[in-house]
């Protein structure tokens, strides 16, 4: 009896092309690094690599190696990034960092630049639902507040993504099933409301309101 040959939980270059693909869309009709880079030194707070490290699957920095110098593997210059590096970085990924928005090649970008500074929702019954600003970064990135800036297209593509990653990898349903636990905790414990972004599909759906 032929045995159903198991599925590589790293992805392939041909998947992350695909991923790539579906995200193109700009995250608003604007500029958005304008509304912080006056403040960071004419650096958008993303782009700055203290912020927020990049992470890429190992596949992905070598796709993109491929066609162009832009990224390169972060080394940690101190202990609090040796800590950063021992504890987040997976065995399938690598922390990198990029030339600087000077050089930004934005057909050349990772997942971690082009889906920031977003992450997908997973709601009470464990079903992904739309997008949340990643919690790390409130008050750092200006766009938390301005979520109604967000366009609808790049929220539809975005969660498009997020749907066939999660599906794909469990490693990291699980970590964004934690992540949306830990908001709804906060909510519960301080009452104050966080912004889901829905996909167009869901927009409205009265039926969400009890698990979400």
Not at 48 to 75: C, F, H, M, Q, T
Not at 90 to 107: H, I, N, Q, Y
Request: aromatic share 12%; glycine share 4%.
């Amino acid at each position: 009896m032929n045995k159903t040959p198991e599925i590589s939980s790293d992805l392939t270059r041909d998947e992350i092309s695909f991923y790539h693909s579906l995200l193109n869309e700009e995250l608003t009709d604007y500029d958005c690094g304008s509304l912080c880079k006056d403040a960071n030194d004419g650096v958008p707070f993303c782009c700055v690599v203290e912020n927020a490290v990049p992470i890429l699957y190992k596949e992905e920095y070598e796709l993109l190696k491929s066609r162009s110098d832009l990224g390169s593997v972060w080394e940690p210059e101190s202990k609090s990034d040796l800590k950063l590096k021992k504890d987040s970085e997976p065995d399938s990924a690598l922390f990198c960092k990029c030339k600087g928005v000077a050089f930004c090649e934005r057909e050349n970008r990772s997942i971690s630049c082009r889906t920031f500074p977003l992450e997908p929702y997973i709601d009470k019954r464990g079903k992904h639902v739309g997008l949340v600003f990643m919690k790390e970064f409130l008050h750092g990135c200006p766009l938390t507040s301005r979520n109604k800036d967000i366009r609808q297209e790049f929220v539809d593509s975005h969660f498009i993504f997020w749907e066939a990653l999660l599906l794909r990898k469990d490693d990291e349903y699980e970590t964004y099933l934690r992540s949306s636990r830990r908001y709804r905790r906060h909510r519960t414990k301080t009452g104050v409301q966080f912004p889901i972004l829905f996909p167009s599909h869901l927009k409205d759906k009265e039926y969400l309101k009890e698990y979400i």
